[in-house]
């Protein structure tokens, strides 16, 4: 007789890291965009040169980024140096971190809940397109931030519950990490403060978050008195002040930002596992208001409307560091579904297809949103299947994930895909790559890579400084509609070749016909 054995939780826990890791591979290789070449070209120039020098422009004038603190820096640097720039290995370690931070979910579910509630909320990190798209991103808000910060939470609930200072040696460590990293981080102290109050140790929670800042700017300074480069510390600073400080928008602008924010968020999240996290949170609220509850809830929520009151900013990057509570209060919510349901893999499927039927792509928020519409439409009504409605939203959630981790058409593989064409169009026309006007990211890849990247800005021109800088070539992509500016830079040259995302036009490389100007 055979007797089949049960699998042991390590052994779960361990098949949903191989799994996550399998849905993050599709795109490890992919070409660096926007604000990862913020990161990844001063790490290549402190291997090269010694120093964070970003860009060499086309009148080599050097400057600086250090709008937020070096830790990422560092981080990339190190990691570089022993593993180099290819793609792959650059992408690696916020890949590794993120299922890292995976692990932290697991351990924090388990210690406010159960083991059962932390492997729910693995298992729900792991298929998560927007902990899947945080993991594959190489920029401040990545794999390690995820993990630097949860990783402080986890520590610090452990402290409480176990009374071991060597916990919270740690959780203190890992929170200057953070805000070394970035000083968004001040949205974990919000957890901290609250667990502090419910486990009688207020005193505590407020000495942990004086502390944090003292040290912090201590070391920051420390920092940029080492590198004799006093922008290291002032850069940092200005720039939260600034943030916090805010711009004046019209009324117009402000309520266009907070939809857009709305709609970033939701998407990336999934309009399903928005809508069941929203369900969630009430549901518990009215039933199972406990310490556990209270701590996730305020570290989500205040979180993020400190992230959503503000104007513009990049909110879809913030919230994840509020993911895992996320995941971890659905988890709680869904403890006693039942995952075995047939209605479940069946419903994915279907999203799938629906997904791969109309060429589902993160492009269309900007150009199709009524194609978006159908998903949002969707989940509102699975909540008129009562007896399967949480199965449906949780198979929603699953099916758009897996679509969006093989299928690339999400952000990461559009802008891959374009910068790829465009690099190597230009190489194969032969333009001089430090003649070349051309947005940062094409620029990283048209640099011989023992150099520095030389980079000549693209923005802002017009018949006047195409003249005066005797521009001959010109490249340009962006992910955003800019239909407008491409096709007024096109009428400058002679033949262009065009690069289409998704059939959107999204950029071009040319060379500059002097006598149009």
Excluded at 135 to 142: E, F, G, H, R
Excluded at 198 to 213: A, E, N, R, S
Excluded at 448 to 466: K, W, Y
Aim: charged share 15%.
């Amino acid at each position: 007789m055979e007797i089949k054995r049960k699998m042991k939780n390590w052994e779960i826990l361990a098949l949903i890291i191989l799994l996550a890791f399998a849905l993050r591979l599709p795109y490890i290789g992919a070409n660096f965009s926007g604000d990862e070449i913020d990161t990844v070209g001063p790490a290549r120039h402190f291997i090269i040169d010694g120093d964070f020098r970003q860009f060499n422009n086309c009148d080599d004038t050097p400057y600086f980024n250090y709008t937020h603190p070096p830790v990422r820096l560092f981080l990339y640097s190190l990691w570089a140096s022993f593993f180099g720039f290819s793609n792959i290995a650059i992408r690696l370690l916020p890949t590794l971190l993120g299922l890292a931070s995976i692990v932290v979910i697991y351990l924090l579910g388990k210690e406010l809940y159960s083991e059962k509630v932390g492997l729910i909320a693995a298992f729900l990190a792991a298929v998560s397109r927007y902990h899947i798209y945080g993991s594959n991103l190489v920029s401040t808000d990545t794999g390690h931030f995820m993990f630097t910060t949860s990783i402080t939470v986890l520590f610090f609930v452990m402290y409480l519950k176990r009374n071991n200072t060597k916990y919270l040696a740690g959780s203190i460590l890992f929170s200057i990490v953070s805000m070394m990293t970035k000083f968004s981080t001040i949205i974990i102290f919000i957890p901290i403060l609250v667990a502090s109050y419910f486990y009688k140790k207020k005193k505590i929670g407020i000495t942990y978050v004086v502390l944090t800042f003292v040290l912090s700017t201590a070391l920051l300074l420390g920092t940029s008195l080492i590198m004799n480069n006093s922008e290291v510390f002032d850069q940092p600073i200005r720039g939260f002040i600034t943030y916090s400080q805010g711009a004046a928008p019209t009324v117009q602008d402000y309520f266009m930002d907070k939809v857009f924010k709305l709609a970033t968020i939701s998407w990336q999240m999934t309009p399903f596992f928005a809508l069941l996290l929203l369900i969630s949170i009430a549901a518990l609220y009215r039933t199972k208001r406990d310490k556990g509850f209270c701590i996730l809830c305020s570290w989500l929520i205040l979180g993020f409307l400190i992230i959503f009151l503000q104007y513009g900013q990049d909110t879809q990057r913030y919230f994840l560091m509020m993911l895992a509570p996320a995941f971890l209060i659905v988890a709680k919510f869904t403890e006693e579904l039942d995952f075995r349901s047939k209605v479940l893999p069946l419903t994915a499927i279907v999203m799938i297809v629906v997904a791969f039927a109309i060429n589902l792509n993160d492009l269309m928020g900007y150009y199709q949103p009524i194609y978006l519409a159908i998903f949002y439409l969707a989940a509102l009504v699975a909540l008129f299947y009562k007896k399967y409605s949480i199965t449906i939203l949780i198979a929603g959630f699953i099916g758009m994930s897996i679509f969006f981790a093989f299928s690339g058409n999400n952000i990461i593989a559009i802008d891959s895909r374009a910068i790829g064409e465009i690099s190597k169009n230009v190489i194969q026309e032969g333009y001089p790559y430090n003649e070349t006007w051309t947005s940062k990211d094409v620029s990283y890849y048209l640099t011989p890579q023992n150099e520095t990247v030389r980079n000549c800005e693209l923005s802002s021109l017009n018949t006047d400084s195409l003249r005066d800088n005797n521009i001959k070539y010109l490249a340009f992509y962006s992910n955003v509609p800019k239909l407008a500016d491409i096709n007024k830079l096109i009428s400058y040259c002679d033949e262009s070749y065009m690069v289409y995302a998704e059939n959107y036009l999204v950029g071009f490389a040319c060379k500059v016909n002097q006598t149009k100007l």
